[in-house]
C-alpha cells in the first residue's frame, strides 16, 4: 500500500521562500512519476510540476524560475523548492504518485492513483 505524506507547508511573507516534503512509502517499483498540484477552495486542482524517478522533470509553464522539482530516490522522497512566493501562490499543496508508469510525467491529476493529504501554504502580502 503506497501512502504519500507531505509536510513544509507554512505561512510566510511574499517574497519568501519554502521547501515542500513528499515522502512516499511502500514504493515497490523504480519506475514512477511523482507531482505537485495546488488547490484553492473553489477552484480546480492546478499542476505545479513532475519528477520521474529517472529525474526528468516537467513545469507548469507559470511555475517556472521560481519553483523546483527534486527526487531523493534513496529516501523515496520528492521535494518542491518555491522562491519569491506571492499571495496568488496560497493553496493547499498536494503530492501525487503514479507507479510503473515510464517517463514523461505529464502534470494532470487525472494520471496519478496515490495522493498526499495535503499541506496549506499562505503567502501574505
Known amino acids: 500500500q503506497v501512502q504519500l505524506v507531505e509536510s513544509g507547508g507554512g505561512s510566510v511573507q511574499a517574497g519568501g521562500s519554502l521547501r515542500l516534503s513528499c515522502t512516499a512509502s511502500g514504493v515497490t517499483t523504480t519506475n514512477y512519476c511523482m507531482a505537485w498540484f495546488r488547490q484553492v477552495p473553489g477552484k480546480e486542482r492546478e499542476g505545479v510540476a513532475s519528477i520521474h524517478s529517472d529525474g526528468s522533470t516537467r513545469y507548469i509553464e507559470s511555475m517556472k524560475g521560481r519553483f523546483t522539482v527534486s527526487l531523493d530516490n534513496a529516501k523515496n522522497t520528492m521535494y518542491l523548492q518555491m522562491n519569491d512566493l506571492k499571495p496568488e501562490d496560497t493553496a493547499k499543496y498536494y503530492c501525487?504518485?503514479?507507479?510503473?508508469?515510464?517517463?514523461?510525467?505529464?502534470?494532470?491529476?487525472?494520471?496519478?492513483?496515490?495522493w498526499g493529504q495535503g499541506t496549506q501554504v499562505t503567502a501574505s502580502s
Open positions: 501525487a504518485a503514479d507507479l510503473y508508469r515510464p517517463a514523461p510525467c505529464i502534470v494532470v491529476p487525472t494520471i496519478y492513483t496515490r
